[in-house]
């Protein structure tokens, strides 16, 4: 938040509707090293426009939802399939966003390499992207370019397997895991998430694992593995697609219906796992040893899924925790006693379940331990004297504003069309989500820190190497 | 999820100021309503067509879209300060910068990082506010505000909502024009920007930045990081910070940047108000210094015991950012490595998997910044990877085919209009012309500016500025298992140094 940032960025918040979401980067097929970003930003009070749009379904099953804007002369094309690491089987993690990698390397039509050559000579560009629930798939270009992302995504859809071979699994695999290295593996504290994961669900839990997966397992994907997840996931029953931009719906309609009405149905898509929300059964206490100058604390409880009626409250209580400047823990840690060199609290709700955070490093000198004490008690305070109205509104001011932002893209529509496509069921939600927060209250905030940040909890301690003294081992009062 | 458009081009620290730089329509007219700006639309590809019902064959694309770049209105106030607004009424939202044309380059020796300081203090309080009120202002608010300071320039910027125009800009002007450095903040950014600093060195990329801008540049601008060392964030004292501000930030050395949903003359209106008493000054030239010339190519080795990839930077003093090959320059790296098609990334990640992703850009600067080639390679592959950057080198430097050439044109003028998508957007290509005076008609010509570029051309910047014998090589990575592989590439000689690029033992 606070934080000075002055080296180049590639974050992908911008597209994260969670106030402080994971500090994990969420598995992308690329990023490009080079890029600079323009500042991020958000706006406030001012109302969710609706966007109008059409949905429709194919034959097949494929969803289609279009939006005209012709306010710049492009389009965006983003496509989700109802799979994600979530679905994944065991001794397989990681598979939903290997197979990501694979949708770029050709299919029947497309020979290796010329996707991405054929977009960009068109002025175009794409990448996916793969979480626990879903995968997405985006192309971005000058509204001309339409119809060359349409075949192209209709003739992976459809026609992916007839040139797969083991060369470009390989490929793929070697990338994947390359981009583990860069993203977790060789990155300060890039383990304690998946640390955190697997102690917070039981190993059953499609939540258990991280999307990146494990090295064992990115080894162990066999070609079958990649033929046999198409044909269960990769149907036009099982996916969805938005275009946002400057077209008209009547002659997309009919490209839409040229290039994938012809793709067969698949067969019915396994059902999701089934999980119950609920607190882990007892406090847990783990260490890691990591490359790192300084030991890092972690606080993790089982929450809420997405649109749960606790999720809205969750969302402002991290805020109120360490959103801003003047939140409970930054500004006591961080700013008046200065022990801590940054803090962070997340609420993470995905659509079977979910997770809060808490985060925290201590300056040189300080020790994991004594956070624990003082994040301790500015829960409890939390708990017995509650949040004042202004910290609330500062939350509801600042979560509506992002609201606005998401909207200032035709990809960023896409993206928000299909997220709550896929949530509620209703493409242009936005309204509807944004109202949550408007709703909640000072006690439901202090209703929630008691109900979920009052159970067990697993803490983490990531310390220097030989340094597991440092270790937080017991509940701190 | 989506990476920023990928524009490694130009690269300017400045925070809001994005890697291409790149507009507009202009309208240098002191008022008045500037002329509507039509670029003319690129060759459009081969020939245009309904969609044919042959699936098995990519579509026939129509002609793209002429492209409209928006108007922007220049008007100036009596102390100098600029104003450009470019109005975009699509969502009820507007982005105000103010861009100062000064920023790490005029860090002195030993306090390096002054500039960088002194524009994060700025939020930390006013003659009217405090830090926490402030910052509790921007969250009632809702409102973002960003005081970021690069090479070249700082900026201030604030992102709002319309409905909020009126308290969020005055909070803005207060943080812009009253800071009061208080001390007490001074030393508390000075004790997390220490604690920052030994953070550093968990971090293979960071590590590998610093230790090639300081090889590359040495103790010229550019060298030095921009956040400092440890010996110069202790020696930065209030007054010096109070110099900087003081010296640079000035009407005469600014231009304020609105674009959004908004009127000109109101927002004329609302600067001259604001920012109407702020006080000219002399604004002294800041001393670049000159980087000594590269000598033969060098293996530079920063050790990072036990990391599981190495990280590259190769390169040296490229061109500034008014350089008259821009658009040949601009070709030949974008078919380097300046797209995810391009050779460098095709090569190392689509061909060998030897990383996630690599990249080259030249950083145009106000003297001369890098040309960097850069990635993350799997530790036990730092050998081959090297050979095949040393490839990709030396291959650029022949004849780049035509269809690659023209595939390479055709995607930086198509991807021009993608720019202009949001506020944002038009901002922060706005505020890259701004520190380096390039007209801001510059992007009228862009689309045929790179039309212009020939094979020849191409060959001839390829050949004048990649040079594969001397080259500033920096690999930051477990030494131990790749330091014998390295020299037996004989790429280079072998040194090896510490994050500053001293040699080490």
Known sequence: MAQPRETRSVSPDRFRRRLGAPNVPLPVRWLFPFVLIVAPVTVVAQAVPAIAYEKYTLPNGLEVILSEDHSVPLVAVNTWYKVGSGDEVTGRTGFAHLFEHIMFMGSENVPVGKFDQWLEAAGGNNNGSTNADRTNYYEWMPANALPLALWLDADRMGRLLPTMDQAKLDLQRDVVKNERRQSYDNVPYGRAFETILAALYPPTHPYSHSTIGSMTDLSAAALEDVKSFFRTYYAPNNATIAIVGDFQRDSVKRLVQLYFSGIPRGPAIPPRPQVTSQPVPKDTFLVLEDKVQLPRLYYAWRAVKAFHEDDAPLDVAAYVIAGDKNSRLYKRLVYDMQVAQDVSAFNNSQRLDGGFQIVVTPKPGHTPTEMAKLVNEELRKLTTDGITDRELARAQNSTRAQFLDRLASDLGKADQLNFYNYFSGTPDYARQDAARYDKVTVDDVKRVVVSYLGKPRVTLTVVPEGKRDLMVTGVIQ | ?505
């Open chain 2, 1 to 505: 999820m989506r990476p920023r458009r990928a524009y490694p081009v130009t690269r300017n620290a400045a925070a809001l100021a994005s890697s291409a730089a790149w507009l507009i329509a202009a309208a240098c007219s002191h008022s008045g309503s500037p002329p509507s700006t039509t670029a003319a639309a690129p060759a459009p590809t081969p020939t245009a067509a309904a969609p044919t019902a042959d699936l098995t064959k990519p579509p026939v694309l129509g002609a793209p879209k002429a492209l409209t770049l928006p108007d922007v209105v220049a008007r100036a106030l009596p102390n100098g300060l600029r104003l450009l607004v470019v109005e975009q009424h699509e969502l009820p939202l507007a982005d105000f910068v103010l861009v100062v044309k000064s920023g790490g380059e005029t860090d002195e020796p030993g306090k390096l990082g002054t500039a960088t300081l002194a524009t994060s203090l700025l939020k930390e309080g006013t003659t009217t506010r405090n830090s926490l009120q402030i910052a509790d202002q921007e969250a009632f608010l809702g409102v973002d505000i960003f005081a970021n300071s690069g090479w070249d320039a700082t900026t201030v910027q604030l992102h709002t909502p319309t409905a909020q125009l009126d308290s969020a800009l005055s909070l803005f002007a207060d943080i812009a024009l009253h800071p009061a450095f208080p001390p007490a903040e001074l030393e508390r950014l000075r004790k997390s920007r220490l604690t920052s600093l030994l953070q550093v060195k968990d971090r293979a990329p960071e590590i590998a930045n610093r230790a090639f801008a300081a090889i590359v540049f040495g103790s010229a601008a550019y060298g030095h990081p921009l956040t400092g060392d440890e010996a110069s964030t202790n020696a930065i004292q209030q007054a010096d910070v109070r110099r900087f501000y003081d010296t640079y930030f000035r009407p005469n050395n600014a231009t304020l940047l609105v674009v959004g949903d908004v009127k000109p003359d109101d927002v004329e209106r609302r600067a001259r108000a604001l920012f109407g008493g702020w006080e000219r000054g002399t604004v002294p030239p800041a001393n670049y210094g000159q980087p000594a010339t590269g000598k033969g190519t060098t293996i530079y080795l920063v050790d990072k015991p036990g990391a599981a990839q190495s990280s590259f930077r190769i390169g040296g003093v490229g061109v500034s950012r008014t350089t008259p090959d821009y658009f040949p320059l601009t070709v030949m790296n974008t078919a380097l490595g300046g797209s995810f098609t391009s050779r460098l990334n095709q090569n190392l990640r689509e061909t060998k998997g030897y990383t996630y992703g690599a990249s080259s850009g030249f950083a145009m600067r106000r003297t001369p910044g890098p040309f960097i080639a850069s990635a993350e390679v799997v530790a036990a592959k730092t050998d081959s990877a090297l050979i095949e950057f040393m490839k990709e080198v030396r291959a650029i430097r022949d004849t780049i085919p035509r269809d690659e050439l023209e595939k390479t044109k055709r995607y930086l003028q198509l991807q021009l209009p993608g720019r202009f998508e949001t506020t944002g957007g038009i901002a922060g290509q706005l505020a890259g012309l701004v520190p380096y005076d390039v007209p801001l008609d510059f992007y009228n010509g862009y689309t045929q500016g790179i039309a212009a570029v020939t094979q020849a051309e191409a060959q001839r910047v390829a050949r004048q500025y990649l040079d594969p014998d001397k080259l500033a090589i920096v690999i930051v990575g477990d030494r131990k298992s790749i330091e014998a592989t390295l020299k037996a590439t004989k790429v280079g000689d072998v040194v090896v140094v510490d994050i500053a690029g001293r040699p080490a033992m």
